[in-house]
């Protein structure tokens, strides 16, 4: 398997404009994730999907992101309009809920610059 | 919901010598407790995980304590190496709420 991909593995747009980030989690893993990764903030949890099920959007800063899962093969991060302070790392984690183990595993990231 | 914290944010080590990361948490009903390590531009993985029926785990020079009671858990690193230099991400619940991270440092 290749693992989970996100594309791009860059992106650098100006302010007001739409982005929006790709994340294909590997085959038979039935939760995915959106993390935010930053210097100041960590790594938060935006968003989580379970069986292609928003479970929990709590993270999701404001309204001008959205994410949707419409198969188990694919899924999206949209921030409309994008702002300088929305530059992060933002990695999509996938994993299969199967007791005892959680573990997630990470796409490589996609690196957003905002300016 | 669960709340993570994690110190230190910073932890500098001789090689050779021990490092321990601690965290804590605040969800009594949380029951699942992962380490990822995040190497320099790279991403989150998961390299020990404990379950609140077990109080300690082992692997290798890596092992994790967990205190129920306290609501604590904690990464020992043992025999540290150049190559444990990275950050590491303590987490809680199966939704993997993250702590803010630990950037260690091995020291030649």
């Known amino acids: 398997d290749a693992g989970v991909i996100q594309s791009p593995r860059h992106e650098v747009t100006e302010m007001g404009q739409e982005v929006t980030l790709r994340c294909k989690p590997i085959?038979?893993?039935?939760?995915l994730f959106w993390y935010r990764q930053t210097m100041m903030r960590g790594l938060e949890l935006l968003i989580y999907f379970n069986n292609n099920v928003p479970i929990d959007d709590s993270g999701m800063p404001e309204d001008r992101f959205s994410a949707k899962m419409p198969n188990a093969s694919f899924s999206t991060l949209k921030i409309q309009p994008s702002e300088p302070r929305d530059s992060a790392v933002y990695f999509c984690a996938s994993s299969v809920v199967s007791p005892p183990s959680y573990e997630q595993y990470f796409g490589p990231g996609t690196r957003l610059t905002v300016t | 919901g669960e709340n993570v914290e994690q110190h230190p944010s910073t932890l500098s080590v001789q090689e050779g010598d021990s490092a321990v990361i601690k965290c804590t948490y605040s969800?009594?009903?949380?029951?699942?407790f992962p380490w990822y390590k995040q190497e320099l531009g790279k991403r989150p993985q998961l390299i020990i995980d404990i379950r609140s029926n077990v109080g300690e785990k082992k692997d290798q020079r890596i092992a994790v304590t967990l205190n129920k009671t306290a609501k604590h858990f904690s990464l020992h690193i043992t025999e540290t190496q150049p190559e444990d230099s990275a950050v590491y991400f303590c987490a809680a619940s199966e939704e993997d709420i993250f702590g803010k991270g630990t950037r260690l440092h091995i020291l030649p």
């Open positions: 085959s038979g893993h039935n939760s």
């Open positions: 969800d009594s009903a949380s029951n699942y």
